[in-house]
């Protein structure tokens, strides 16, 4: 009988067999994973039946059985129970067996399930800023909770407690992380104190983290290196078309990782030359779309972009399909500065160095500004600084020196 036979037969998962494998193949997989996929179910289906099981009695304890039995068999490579992840997925969406039980939540994550609740619908936050906040909770009430015996980890909180926090994050963190870290507890503290779980506002009595705006220089690339960067992906693979258009967004657009990743097939209005970006703070801008970008577009939607429903435009390379992660956008980056021999630098680092360059080349504060789109004047400002040669004009001399 051949890997995929029981297919025919009258196993417990037979009726699935079929509408499993258009699902793996859907979500791009190649048909020789998806026959692999075919014969792992084949066995578990095996089992269920030499056991008089149905398919409405397989969980995850079952699952786990099976696997230990094929390891008593002998046999070699058994795989872990992530293999069986996608097939529990699919029969879960086909009511074929019964969906895990909720866990009992801890007085923590019910906590922690309020907070989630709070970013999402009271202040309407972004997908990542929320996840962003929640781990930081879960991260701080539980080291608390840890080390003092406590249920919440909010108990015995108090403003000492959060100076030396903060503290002690300054301590170890560059000024922007720490600048981070604080408006994370801020966050959380002040979600305390609407919800009536504190009854003193910590968060808006919490003292800033120090600094100094224009402190230092904006770090960019220049225009060589934004080059080299778009040369070194190979545009005769997939990959290649697919990060070449993923630098292009960032370089020539200054659009962050987030909003690359947000970026919809409907949203390029190719008729118009425009495109739509969805920024921070559910902003949303209609940016002409230069020539070199929309081919790299059209290049990659054509070549490259994987057969999909989804409508998100810049896809993962491998199945499942799925859409891509800003943080995987920074990691295109990092890989692009190694092969053009540059020292690792991040996505944001070219929505700066275009700024720079349109700088140079005569453009003023406004115009960056609304390139970038950011409503602060005196955040662009800081770009100016990054043209030494106009400033050396404009400088005076040092009283009792030479110029």
């Not at 408006?183 to 800033?208: H, N, Q, S």
């Not at 429903?309 to 956008?329: C, D, E, G, K």
Request: glycine share 8%.
């Amino acid at each position: 009988m051949s890997k995929v036979g029981w297919t025919h037969g009258t196993g417990g998962l037979t009726p699935f067999a079929e509408g499993f494998r258009w699902d793996l193949l859907s979500q791009g997989r190649p048909p020789s994973a998806a026959r692999h996929h075919l014969a792992l179910m084949g066995q578990l289906s095996g089992w269920l039946s030499d056991g008089g099981l149905v398919a409405d009695d397989l969980t995850t304890a079952r699952a786990e059985e099976f696997l230990c039995a094929r390891r008593a068999t002998g046999q070699r490579r058994v795989p872990t129970f992530a293999s069986l992840t996608p097939l529990f997925a699919y029969l879960r969406e086909q009511d074929a067996i019964p969906r895990e039980q909720p866990l009992v939540l801890s007085p923590s994550e019910q906590l922690l399930a309020q907070y989630r609740h709070h970013l999402v619908n009271d202040r309407g936050l972004a997908p990542t800023t929320v996840l962003r906040y929640e781990r930081f909770g879960r991260r701080f009430l539980g080291s608390r909770a840890a080390c003092m015996g406590l249920a919440t980890g909010i108990e015995e909180l108090g403003s000492a407690e959060i100076n030396a926090y903060l503290l002690e994050v300054r301590s170890r963190l560059r000024l922007g992380s720490a600048k981070r870290e604080a408006a994370d507890l801020r966050a959380l503290l002040r979600f305390l104190y609407l919800k009536g779980i504190v009854e003193t506002d910590l968060g808006g009595a919490m003292p800033p983290v120090a600094s100094w705006r224009g402190a230092s220089l904006v770090p960019t690339l220049n225009a060589a290196a934004v080059s080299a960067l778009l040369k070194s992906c190979d545009r005769s693979t997939v990959s290649g078309r697919r990060n070449y258009a993923i630098l292009a967004l960032l370089s020539r657009l200054g659009l962050r990782a987030g909003e690359v990743a947000a970026l919809q097939v409907g949203d390029v209005d190719w008729r118009a030359g425009e495109i739509l970006v969805r920024g921070k703070a559910r902003r949303q801008d209609v940016l002409p779309l230069p020539a070199e970008v929309g081919e790299a577009l059209v290049d990659y939607l054509r070549q490259g972009r994987p057969p999909t429903q989804r409508p998100q435009l810049i896809l993962t390379l491998y199945a499942p399909v799925r859409p891509i992660h800003p943080s995987s956008i920074t990691n295109v980056v990092y890989r692009a500065c190694l092969r053009a021999g540059l020292p690792p630098v991040g996505a944001h680092r070219l929505r700066h160095s275009l700024a720079t360059e349109m700088l140079r080349q005569g453009g003023d504060l406004i115009e960056i500004s609304q390139v970038l789109r950011q409503s602060d004047l005196a955040t662009t400002s800081g770009y100016a600084k990054v043209d030494r040669a106009a400033l050396r004009s404009v400088a005076q001399p040092w009283p009792g020196a030479v110029r």
